[in-house]
Structure formats: structure tokens, C-alpha cells
């Protein structure tokens, strides 16, 4: 355990969830317009509600585990990146549902 | 407000978004939950890291359970926590997961890059899960 403890996690996210661009052909990463769109504005939601909970002390980091660099309104990096390789990994798991099955999404071509 | 009481909030406000704002109505769809199924199993592992080894610490006065101990791991399931976490990040977490999948398909279906779909899987991928 080290102050990369938190940043270790994410890497596992997206270590763990790779695999399914090439194996099941998601082509997220290879939409890289349309994700970033995506996550940017989770990222700005979501470090909203952050940045509340962490004024209100809902919670807190151990410093021992987190990289110690701050962002804006005492958000640590670390919890940022969680808002960008969360998203990346529930779309990843997403689209490779919908490539193993077929299944309607709801962005198809309307006939 | 407390962390419970906006949680809650947050997933009443993800429902409306998706079946009524921007009409993705992904909470209406199979490969939505069957997805959701999946990131939710290992959320409750990462998560279970994140809180079991104290990285993130709550406070008892914003959650249904009570704050995590100084020098031990809390709760692993009981005191309102389930796998180490507060059971209101289960609701943090649908609606981290539901907001990203609404944005991205609603671009989608705006045209941004619907372009290539996904799939089909590998052949090996294809034997793996006995698809013919």
C-alpha cells in the first residue's frame, strides 16, 4: 500500500476490461470522439457531487493511499480519474453485451 | 444533505433523465441490466478495495451506517454497508453508470460516431460462450 494505492485500482479497472475492445470488438476506445464526449460531462457532474461531499466531509481520503495531488475544490486527482475510467469501463461492459447478443440499444440507424 | 438523501435523489433524477429527458429509456432495455448485472459485481470488488483498505473513509452522520473505524476495516456486510461500502455508493454508483450510458448513446443516436457498432466478437470468443 502506497500513495498509488487508489491510482493501482483504477489501472486494474482498465486492465481488466481491455481485453474486451479486441476480443469483443466494443470499438469504444476507437470512438474516441463520442467517448470523450461522454465523459466529460459525467466528469463535470459528478466532481460537482464531489466536491459537495467532500465540503460537508461525507467523506474523506487516508493521504497514505492517495497521490496527494489536488485539483479544483479539494478533489483529489485521483478521484477525477475515477469519474473518467469508471464511465470508460461501464461502456466497455455495455458494448460487449451488445456484441456477444445483438441486443436493440437504442442508437441504431431509425429506418 | 446527507450522502443517503442525495444518493436517492440522484437515481430519481437518472430515471428521468433517461425515460423522459433525453428518451434513451436504456432502463427499459436487456442489455442495459445484463451489462449492469456484470459492472455491478465488480464494483462491489474495486469498491470493496477502495473501502475495506480505508481509502475512502465515510462519515456516519451522512450514510444509514456508521463511520469507518480509525484503525480497522468496517463492516463487511451489516451496519449499512455491503462489502465494505456504504450501500448508498450502490446508488452513487447506478447513477454514475446510468448518466455515462445515456449521454453516450443519446450522442449515438445523434449521428457522433454511431459509426462502427460493436461487435461481432472474436471467433474464439464466440466458441468461449458456445455461440454458434
Known amino acids: 500500500m502506497s500513495k498509488y494505492a487508489y491510482l493501482s485500482v483504477l489501472l486494474g479497472c482498465l ?33 460537482i457531487w464531489d466536491a459537495y461531499a467532500i465540503a ?24 477525477i480519474l475515477f469519474f473518467v475510467v469508471i464511465p470508460i469501463c461501464a461502456i466497455l461492459s455495455f458494448e460487449a453485451v ?4 445483438n441486443w436493440e440499444a437504442g442508437d441504431e440507424e431509425t429506418k | 444533505m446527507t450522502y443517503t438523501q442525495l444518493a436517492i435523489i440522484g437515481v430519481l433524477v437518472v430515471i428521468a433523465l433517461d425515460l423522459f429527458v433525453f428518451k434513451t429509456k436504456l432502463l427499459k432495455r436487456k442489455v442495459f441490466w445484463v451489462s449492469y448485472s456484470i459492472v455491478i459485481f465488480f464494483q462491489l470488488v474495486t469498491n470493496g478495495i ?3 483498505f480505508g481509502i475512502v473513509e465515510y462519515d456516519g452522520d451522512a450514510i444509514i451506517g456508521s463511520s469507518t473505524p480509525k484503525d480497522s476495516a468496517p463492516t463487511f456486510i451489516g451496519d ?9 455508493d450502490l446508488l452513487f454508483g447506478f447513477c454514475l453508470v446510468v448518466l455515462t450510458l445515456i449521454i453516450w448513446i443519446w450522442l449515438g443516436r445523434k449521428g457522433v460516431q454511431r459509426e462502427p457498432m460493436s461487435g461481432p466478437p472474436r471467433k474464439s470468443v464466440n466458441r468461449f460462450l458456445g455461440i454458434k
Request: proline share 4%; net charge positive; aromatic share 12%.
Open chain 2, 80 to 88: 449499512g454497508r455491503l462489502v465494505f461500502a456504504p450501500i448508498e
Open chain 1, 98 to 101: 451488445r456484441s456477444a447478443r
Open chain 1, 56 to 79: 460537508q466531509g461525507h467523506w474523506t481520503f487516508d493521504s497514505r493511499y492517495v497521490t496527494g495531488i489536488t485539483t479544483v475544490a479539494n478533489i483529489p486527482l485521483d478521484e
Open chain 2, 50 to 52: 477502495l473501502t475495506g
Open chain 1, 15 to 47: 486492465i481488466g476490461t481491455a481485453w474486451l475492445e479486441y476480443f469483443l470488438r466494443t470499438k469504444v476506445y476507437r470512438r474516441t470522439i463520442r467517448l470523450v464526449l461522454t465523459v466529460l460531462p459525467v466528469v463535470i457532474v459528478f466532481a
